[in-house]
């Protein structure tokens, strides 16, 4: 079993940055992929970025290629999404997801935990 609590949502200008992070229970860890997704008010949950449970392979969305990056410390049990260059469409809940068997990262039923979110909102 896997708990996974998110921080560092808020409130950002366009343009601005936010880290987020996913602090996970468990001496499991590092054996995880882990995932962020977002969910915007009336469209459905989409990836963001996802990371290998080593960190050596990462993916991303087109839409935050370039402005987001997804990393790790499995010493501290956590990984994070730092967000640059926001955008107003980046306005959403943010999830951070486990899994122990993810071979799609895009996919959210590949993930077998999640956070309850934390919510970021850009501001034009």
């Known amino acids: 079993q896997v708990q996974l609590v998110e921080s560092g949502g808020g409130l950002v200008q366009a343009g601005g940055s936010l880290r987020l992070s996913c602090a996970a229970s468990?001496?499991?860890?590092?054996?995880?992929?882990m995932g962020w997704f977002r969910q915007a008010p009336g469209k459905e949950r989409e990836f963001v970025a996802g990371?290998?449970?080593?960190?050596?392979?990462?993916y991303y969305a087109d839409s935050v290629k370039g402005r987001f990056t997804i990393s790790r410390d499995n010493a501290k049990n956590t990984v994070y999404l730092q967000m640059n260059s926001q955008k107003p469409e980046d306005t959403a809940v943010y999830y951070c997801?486990?899994?122990?068997?993810?071979?799609?990262?895009?996919?959210?039923?590949?993930?077998?935990?999640w956070g309850q979110g934390t919510q970021v909102t850009v501001s034009s």
């Open positions: 997801a486990a899994g122990s068997r993810v071979i799609d990262y895009y996919r959210d039923y590949q993930y077998d935990y």
């Open positions: 468990g001496r499991t860890f590092r054996t995880y992929a």
């Open positions: 990371t290998s449970w080593s960190g050596g392979n990462t």
